[in-house]
């Protein structure tokens, strides 16, 4: 048997189980090996019941004190446990009379299960357990027993099994190639590959088993942190071959940008200067420019990438912007329209909702280059748009391609692959963004544009929810305009709508003077727009919405939000929705209203945005409140699930990881593909983001 066989040469496995086994990627004999256990159970030490804590699997050994039958609203049979150092209760509800019988008063008794708080206090709920009336246990185990993560109808017995005989033909391989070098190895005091391997699946008696409970073994360390390097290298392997591509090279610009800039009411922040600079220089390569733009909300980014794209349009080609709604695309038509049209450019606009011959006319102007700057939203790249010279593609908020999307954008530029920036108000810690973004160059725009007043944020129970009426109705008194926004956790939108349409219909009873209007995901797009217009124009004093107004909206005028159980979002979404306010020259409120009970976390949380308006500060926190998963946000982290690694855990060896690859690649540059392939599995998913 060697490793690279199909899964089904193993003894004791027919097609229907290697079919299971398919299901959860293990198709040959060494996929097993990569298949690594998820915990450990202990059953190697006694825990003293005076030291058990809510959420442990322990074995416990004890004497029975006496057991009887509850009838509450399920029956069941408790057995109260005693070792000295304290009670425990052992609860079935399935049980035989023997059983009962079995449990006599004074018999030793020996459980292994979780603790749980059940109504006599800790309890666990039919461990396995047993009985001895002279207390003569057999040894407990002398290594921890390793559970698999497995599927239906596959159980951890027969996968064990498996497992097993993976690792007999590992050893008569003599072990797998090791592509880390051995000092780098020595020098962190981690094992080989193959060591780590069969130490994972086979923990040895007297291993470090917290180590290994808490993933802090050198086994899972080394395995770790060859996982993160594979993937560090694989993002590197993409941009590289996007970068293979080539692509075309625009100098500086020498009129527009200056003719723009002398038209603003404003100058460039510090950071806008920085970044445009850095944007200018890659637009000059002839690599294709992979940049992402972090810059919070507010910060100007919309002007820098404006500013990108005239250094493409002065050399004739075409730029397009992609937003992620068509709420955004056409705010940004608006803004670029106003900018670009007195320097004699042509924005164009393309949307879902375009009647067929506003579309054709769209995509003939397009075609023959009369339109340079190109907005919309994701249609922008479908396969009947063609344009004239497509130079720059710009990506607003988050959107990321992948190596398939990236070939179709090649198409769309024939001569190289476009350069493309992306922009993002979502700050990551750094860390995470080396993690998350290592096939793209970040700038970051750390710095708002002078005169904003910052937003003071006021945390307030439900409980008050009348004078904060009032207040709102004091603020529309002033003249000031209001978001009222309304978080469901819910997710469908014809929920969210309906909650939205209450809490309207609510304000408009208790403030029969104000002008309210109902924003929702559900409406069309052109009543969205005219909501939004009317908003934007002063004919609205409340904007009652869901999370819709989350990205972009840009309202100077209005300057108090109130978010109604601000405990559902993310602390990342809280502070996109602040953004919202606080954009004009009045001060700005923010009144958190939450719901009660409000757990601790939750306060802690909320704490976090009373006391500071820095998204960075803020992203941080997220990272120690919610871990990475959270802070990514499901479309990142489906893309980064690992085997091993966990980026909270082995946070400390994401500083590393960069340079470790940079090392590997220019000292053995035959073991990256290698090294990549081994771990490919979660590479081929990225690609596909
Ligand atoms: P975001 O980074 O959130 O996309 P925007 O690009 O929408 O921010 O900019 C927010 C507002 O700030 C816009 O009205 C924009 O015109 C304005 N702005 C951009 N740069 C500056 C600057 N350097 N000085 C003053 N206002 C600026
Ligand atoms: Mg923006």
């Not at 109260?80 to 008063?105: C, E, P, V, Y």
């Not at 200018?280 to 940049?291: E, F």
């Not at 004699?344 to 949307?351: A, P, V, Y």
């Not at 802690?604 to 945005?609: D, N, P, S, T």
Request: aromatic letters at 6%.
């Amino acid at each position: 048997m060697a490793l690279e066989h199909p899964i089904n040469q193993l003894s004791g496995i027919g097609p229907k189980l290697a079919e299971k086994c398919a299901g959860i990627g293990l198709l040959t004999v060494g996929d097993l090996l990569f298949h690594l256990p998820y915990k450990y159970q202990d059953r190697t030490r006694l825990t003293p019941i005076g030291q058990l804590k809510l959420g442990m699997a322990v074995v416990i050994e004890g004497e029975v004190m006496g057991s009887q039958v509850l009838f509450g609203r399920r029956r069941s049979l408790i057995c109260r446990i005693s070792d000295r150092t304290g009670l425990l209760t052992m609860r079935l509800f399935h049980f035989t009379k023997a059983q009962q019988n079995r449990l006599r008063q004074g018999a030793r008794i020996r459980c292994y299960g979780e603790v749980r708080m059940g109504s006599t206090g800790l309890e666990m709920m039919h461990p396995e357990y047993q009985v001895r009336d002279d207390g003569d246990f057999p040894p407990l185990d002398d290594a921890l027993t390793p559970l698999y993560p497995s599927t239906e109808g596959l159980n951890q017995g027969r996968l064990r099994s498996l497992v097993e005989q993976a690792i007999t033909a590992l050893k008569r391989q003599g072990g797998l190639p090791e592509w880390l070098p051995p000092d780098w190895l020595a020098g962190w005091g981690l094992p080989s590959l193959t060591d780590a391997l069969l130490s994972l699946h086979h923990p040895s008696p007297g291993s470090d088993t917290d180590a290994l409970l808490a993933g802090l073994h050198p086994a899972q360390q080394r395995l770790a942190l060859e996982e993160l390097l594979a993937h560090h290298l694989s993002l590197m392997q993409i941009r590289q071959k996007t970068q293979a591509f080539g692509a075309v090279r625009f100098p500086p610009s020498t009129s527009l940008v200056s003719e723009l800039l002398k038209q603003l009411p404003f100058t460039l922040t510090g950071a806008q200067q920085r970044v445009v600079g850095e944007i200018q220089d890659d637009l000059g390569r002839s690599l294709p420019m992979l940049r992402l733009v972090q810059g919070d909300v507010g910060s100007g980014k919309t002007l820098v990438a404006m500013l990108a794209a005239l250094q493409v349009i002065e050399a004739g080609y075409q730029v397009a912007l992609m937003a992620p709604t068509e709420l955004l695309a056409e705010q940004h038509f608006r803004n670029m329209s106003q900018w670009v049209e007195p320097l004699g450019l042509t924005c164009g606009l393309l949307l879902g909702k375009h009647g067929k011959k506003q579309r054709g006319e769209t995509l003939d102007d397009l075609a023959q280059g009369r339109i340079q700057m190109m907005i919309g939203t994701h249609a922008l790249f479908q396969e009947s748009v063609e344009y004239a010279q497509l130079g720059l593609v710009i990506i607003d908020e988050q959107h990321r391609f992948g190596v398939h999307q990236r070939l179709a954008l090649k198409e769309k530029a024939r001569q190289g692959l476009p350069h493309q920036l992306t922009m993002t108000a979502t700050p990551i810690p750094r860390t995470l963004a080396m993690t998350a973004y290592a096939d793209l160059d970040v700038s970051i725009i750390d710095e708002l544009p002078p005169g904003r007043t910052p937003v003071t944020t006021t945390v307030i129970s439900q409980d008050r929810r009348d004078a904060v009426v009032r207040r709102v109705d004091a603020a529309c008194g002033d003249g000031r305009q209001v978001y009222w926004v309304c978080t469901l956790i819910e997710e469908s939108e014809e929920l969210q709508a309906e909650a939205a349409e209450d809490t309207a219909d609510n304000l408009q009873r208790a403030l029969p003077g104000r002008r309210i209007g109902l924003l929702h995901g559900r409406m069309k797009g052109a009543e969205k727009t005219r909501l939004m217009t009317a908003f934007k124009d002063g004919q609205l004093d409340i904007l009652v919405a869901t999370t819709v107004i989350e990205v972009g909206v840009d309202v100077p005028n209005a300057s108090v939000m109130i978010i109604e159980n601000p405990e559902r979002l993310g602390l990342a979404q809280l502070h996109q929705l602040r953004g919202r306010v606080g954009r004009g020259s009045k001060d700005s409120y923010c009144l958190l209203l939450f719901g009660t009970p409000l757990s601790e976390q939750s306060r802690q949380r909320l704490e976090v945005m009373r006391s500071t308006s820095d998204g960075f500060v803020i992203a941080e926190e997220d990272l120690k409140l919610r871990g990475p998963g959270e802070v990514l946000g499901t479309r990142q982290t489906g893309a980064m699930q690992f085997r091993v690694a966990d980026l909270e855990r082995d946070r400390n060896w994401l500083d590393v990881v960069p340079e470790l690859a940079h090392r590997l690649t220019v000292e053995y540059p035959g073991h990256v593909e290698p090294l990549v392939n081994r771990w490919l599995f979660n590479a081929d998913r990225y690609a596909q983001v």
